[in-house]
């Protein structure tokens, strides 16, 4: 193996590691965390004496080691976007009766998912909202009927 390939795969796994240790120091247990740094401080060792020797020029090696840092974060972003629960946000909100039937409807024909009870002064609407742009939506068509509402999120395994 050459060694800008051997550079650029470790550089590669050492950020992976690096970033992976950031996410773990905060979000993970105790001992989790102390031997994703110990891996992290021992791998970082074999980086250095990499980064001092070989034929490649300097350079070439903050070339190398930018993009990789940008692959390797990016990487490892996306795969704690995909073990993250998802959230559920629910919009809970209060409307006088007369504004009921256009606020359904525009719910509705937005592909709002939502209940509702007649609580005889008001209507109670709940809004169930995957996404931001729904709960933007949603947000957007409560306020425009003059309901006053509050959100709170939920988190479901997916």
């Known amino acids: 193996m050459s060694f800008t390939v051997l550079f650029i795969v470790c ?19 105790k001992l989790n965390a102390a031997l994703v740094n110990a891996v992290s401080a021992g791998f970082y060792a074999y980086i ?17 080691t930018a993009i990789c840092n940008f692959l390797g974060v990016y990487i490892v972003k996306w795969i704690q976007e995909k073990r993250t629960p998802v959230k559920l946000w629910k919009l809970e909100a209060t409307l006088k009766p007369q504004y009921f039937a256009n606020t359904i409807a525009e719910l ?16 109670l609407i709940n809004c169930y909202c995957a996404t931001k742009h729904e709960t933007k939506t949603a947000k957007t068509i409560l306020q425009k009927y003059g309901a006053r509402y509050f959100v709170g999120k939920s988190e479901e395994n997916a």
């Open 48 to 64: 250095v004496v990499l980064t001092a020797s070989g034929d490649i020029s300097t350079l070439w090696k903050m070339a190398i």
């Open 108 to 123: 509705e024909n937005n592909g709002i998912p939502h209940n509702y009870v007649d609580i005889q002064k008001y209507i």
């Open 11 to 29: 550089t590669i796994i050492n950020v992976i590691i690096s970033t992976s240790k950031s996410l773990i120091t905060i979000n993970g247990k």
